[in-house]
């Protein structure tokens, strides 16, 4: 009997404990927006924009040495600078950053930000994937947007307790129908959209609800990257921000309980409810209203899910200028994430091609115990193979022999 009682109690106990897990199960994720990358030509490089993606680079480098790890991130528009350049758009200053790479009409989710492939970024049109020339803005079919980085339409994704709606809120309004002109309006969400967000929310039930799109619903003054206030010029709450089905939407996020809307597109940090008020990031009356600053600027905001709330972090911002870098051999190294357990990635910046480099490994009484050779690409997947938990030191040199850069692992059983 006895026997008996203590296997019932370790049933009970891992019931317990199971049941906890899942309950208490969260993740986070990265929300960026207004990526702008621009590829050095003239009409491309107006505005506010992030020449060959450097920043980009900068910041998933950030989020690859993330701890909890991110599960994903996502992009909300404007992820180029003109979206529809002869002969392959700016995308290219994007996507070379990211794996695979290249690819041709990805599927949403296909590309990752690092080269094992566990992070991967989703991406959502904005108005600037419409341009076909900064000045003046010229509307034009969305077609290397979908060439080279996700479909343009709408789609839903599913993680743990949670569903992520991807919604288009269109290109900009004709100046016509704009009251600010410096402000131009995006076209909106049809009625069809409305059907899609109304059919896909009520199917998500008692799940957490979370929709990302690039125009924000209204027009509400925030901080800049730096802190500093935002003084926008403008007509109207309306003004800036996207045309049809405005009210309509919010009545939808309303009554379908949506936890947020993650938004960007005028390059600041804000959350408002839905009458424009500002409220705090955790506010737990009704949908937030999320904007974030731009990418172009470094700034991203952490989303932490839980089965009861989505936590949204404060503004954060990576500063690429001073970013930790080796720059005193004429190369960047970084090994992510560090300390690992079973495998790390190395990755270089070089200041010469990368032919047959090699990584040398050694214990802290310097005795080498593993060497990586023929090194030929900025990324290289380092296995911990038979290294035992413990802090090394490494050393990368190029084909003659000279050291490029060095620095510290930790291998730790997590």
């Known amino acids: 009997m006895q026997k008996l009682i203590k296997v019932f109690k370790i049933i009970v106990f891992g019931f317990v404990v199971f049941y906890s ?44 040495t993330l701890n909890p790890k991110p599960a994903f991130i996502i992009a909300t528009g404007d992820i180029s600078n003109v979206g529809s350049i002869f002969p392959d758009g700016m995308y290219n200053a994007l996507t070379r950053h990211l794996f695979p790479n290249p690819l041709t009409n990805p599927t949403p989710g296909e ?98 609800k979370i929709i990302v799109m690039h125009h924000p619903v209204d027009n509400v003054a925030g901080t800049n990257y730096n802190g500093s206030p935002n003084t926008p010029v403008t007509a109207s709450p309306d003004d800036g921000y996207f045309l049809y089905n405005r009210v309509t939407f919010k009545n939808i996020c309303d009554s379908n309980h949506v936890d947020v809307v ?29 904007q974030t600053g731009p990418a172009f600027k470094g700034c991203y905001r952490i989303i932490t899910v839980s089965s009861s709330f989505v936590n949204v972090s404060k503004p954060l911002r990576v500063d690429c200028s001073v970013y930790e870098q080796d720059s005193n051999t004429g190369s960047s ?34 005795v080498e115990v593993k060497k990586i050779t023929g090194i030929n690409n900025t990324l290289t997947i380092i296995d911990k193979g038979n290294l035992r938990t413990g802090i090394y030191f490494y050393s990368v040199l190029n084909a003659q022999g000279l050291i490029k850069g060095s620095g510290k692992l930790c291998i730790k059983d997590f």
Not at 157 to 175: A, Q, S, Y
Not at 265 to 274: E, L
Not at 336 to 365: C, G, K, W
Request: charged letters at 20%.
């Open 111 to 208: 590309y990752f930000i690092d080269l094992a492939q566990t992070i991967p970024i989703y991406f959502v049109s904005g108005n600037h994937e419409y341009y076909e020339s900064i000045v003046p803005p010229i509307i034009h079919s969305p077609d290397y947007f979908n060439e080279n980085v996700a479909p343009d339409e709408d789609y839903v994704i599913t993680k743990e307790n949670t569903v992520i709606l991807f919604l288009r809120t269109g290109h900009d309004n004709p100046f016509w129908d704009n009251s600010n002109i410096r402000n131009p309006m995006g076209t909106g969400i049809s009625d069809d959209q409305c059907h899609w967000l109304r059919e896909n929310l009520k199917a998500a039930g008692n799940k957490r």
């Open 21 to 64: 897990c899942i309950v208490n199960a969260q993740f986070s994720f990265i929300h960026i927006t207004d990526i702008h990358v621009a590829d050095g030509t003239l009409v491309g490089s107006i505005n506010n924009y992030d020449l060959n993606g450097s920043e980009f680079r900068c910041c998933i480098r950030k989020f690859r």
């Open 262 to 290: 993650l938004a960007g597109h005028k390059h600041q940090f804000v959350v408002a409810d839905r009458a424009g008020n500002i409220v705090d990031e955790n506010w737990p009356d009704a949908t937030r209203y999320i």
């Open 333 to 366: 190294i970084a090994v992510y994430p560090n300390p690992f357990s079973n495998s790390a990635s190395l990755e270089m910046h070089a200041d010469e091609n990368i032919v047959n480099y090699e990584m040398r490994i050694y214990t802290i009484q310097g």
